[in-house]
């Protein structure tokens, strides 16, 4: 028995012409891309501006105002990230027959090919991993070793590249199908096909493509809709998709609860102070020093990086007012840690422009309860336009460092 040759395999491998279906075209692939284009864009510019908060950079002005920024980007973050699983989906079935192409012959024509291949793999395999690794973390599923935050905002920039490649590439063809009605003919002159059992009519099977597209267009507004609702207040009994809502005790989801942070003894104990410190200078407060301080009241969103959000009400002591007390300069950098003893985000940096503003608060309430034990009893930060995973609970100590 002879074993089979490459030729004998590559007979059986289907080609592109054998996908007969009407319902995959260019003019499908072009348009269901430029959603996904659209889509991708809004995601690698939030997700950018997300990671720059938790990782600042001198180049870049960040600030407290508007309050409600993050909440607003970061809520577009997850949306059209979201919104993107069923145009990727599409998009994919609709270019697959294309794996089946056969190399091209003559070296310089193969090399181009290899080079485009490349790239295509590299913008699928990163757009799945970014969709897939973003949903994963919008659950806190972490079936990972990885930091989640620099592996997430390393792949954009492969997909980002490889995406603005593909688009460089295929802009003729996008051009081309763009200008073009998305189905060949129109539908309503088709004859009707009977259905034939022994496969594919010559004219393809399958739903016309315009149908096709606007499966896909309402699929991902479905989305939309299914899971909006955790940043936008009247989408929220709409939005059962929606991991979180922002609601929950004291009128606000809890993310991390103090008994999974560990720090049920340390914020319960009749010990606690919080620690100020500036340069030499050390001032240690009780609870009830930190409530006998002026007390300020705003409302301000809390913004979780996985998309949720919700307004609230925070009374506490101005972070510039504890500062003062130490006698630290206005205008100062400055460390937060918490009694945190399990887990990431224990302590976090705040910036300059935040310990400035009077609405960055040490709050000891919330919507005009005493700040329970989950919402960072003693005392928390809440800084306008901050990232949920900087509002920091269960602070024990604020040290000038800058
Ligand atoms: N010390 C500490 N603070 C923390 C966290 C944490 O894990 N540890 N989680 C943060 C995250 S991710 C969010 S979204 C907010 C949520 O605050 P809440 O649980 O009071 O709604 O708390 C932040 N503060
Ligand atoms: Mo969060």
Redesign the pocket.
């Known amino acids: 028995m002879r074993l089979p040759t490459v030729q004998d395999v590559e007979r059986l491998l289907p080609r592109p012409d054998d996908f007969t279906s009407r319902s995959r075209g260019t003019g499908l692939t072009a348009r269901v891309g430029v959603a996904l284009g659209v889509a991708f864009g809004l995601c690698f510019v939030t997700g950018l501006w997300s990671h720059l908060q938790q990782d600042p950079q001198d180049w870049v002005p960040l600030g407290p105002s508007p309050a409600w920024l993050y909440r607003v980007t970061q809520g577009v973050h997850v949306v059209a990230g979201t919104a993107a699983v069923p145009l990727l989906l599409v998009k994919l079935w609709s270019v697959f027959p294309r794996l089946f192409l056969r190399p091209p012959t003559g070296r310089r024509a193969l090399v181009v090919e290899a080079l485009e291949r490349v790239s295509i793999a590299a913008l699928v395999a990163s757009a799945v991993f970014m969709l897939a690794s973003g949903l994963l973390n919008i659950a806190q599923w972490y079936p990972w070793d990885f930091s989640f935050r620099r592996t997430h905002n390393a792949v954009a920039w492969v997909a980002i590249g490889a995406l603005l490649v593909h688009v460089a590439v295929k802009l003729p063809v996008i051009r081309t199908a763009l200008g073009a009605p998305v189905d060949d003919e129109p539908v309503d002159d088709e004859p009707v096909e009977e259905d034939h059992e022994d496969g594919p009519s010559d004219a393809g099977d399958g739903p016309t493509r315009r149908a096709v597209l606007l499966g896909a267009v309402s699929a991902s507004g479905l989305t939309v809709l299914l899971t909006a609702g955790q940043s936008v207040p009247w989408l929220r009994d709409v939005s059962v998709f929606a991991v979180r809502n922002g609601d929950?005790p004291q009128g606000?989801?809890?993310?991390?609860t103090a008994r999974a942070?560990g720090?049920v003894d340390g914020a319960s104990s009749p010990d606690y102070v919080l620690e100020v410190v500036a340069g030499g200078r050390t001032v240690s407060l009780t609870r009830e020093q930190l409530a006998e301080l002026p007390q300020r009241t705003h409302r301000l969103p809390?913004a979780?990086?996985?998309g949720w959000s919700k307004d609230a009400v925070w009374t506490g002591v101005a972070v510039r007012d504890v500062l003062a007390l130490v006698d630290a300069p206005p205008g100062s950098d400055v460390r937060v840690s918490?009694l945190?003893t399990r887990?990431?985000?224990?302590n976090t940096d705040l910036p300059a422009a935040f310990t400035q503003d009077e609405r960055t608060l040490l709050a000891l309430e919330?919507n005009g309860e005493t700040l329970s034990l989950?919402?960072?009893y003693p005392c928390?930060i809440i800084a306008p336009n901050r990232p949920?995973?900087?509002?920091?609970?269960?602070v024990r100590r604020l040290e000038v460092t800058a």
């Open positions: 929950g606000l989801s809890i993310n991390r942070a720090a809390m979780c990086v996985e918490s945190q887990g990431a985000f224990a919330l989950d919402h960072g928390r949920g995973v900087l509002q920091t609970k269960w």
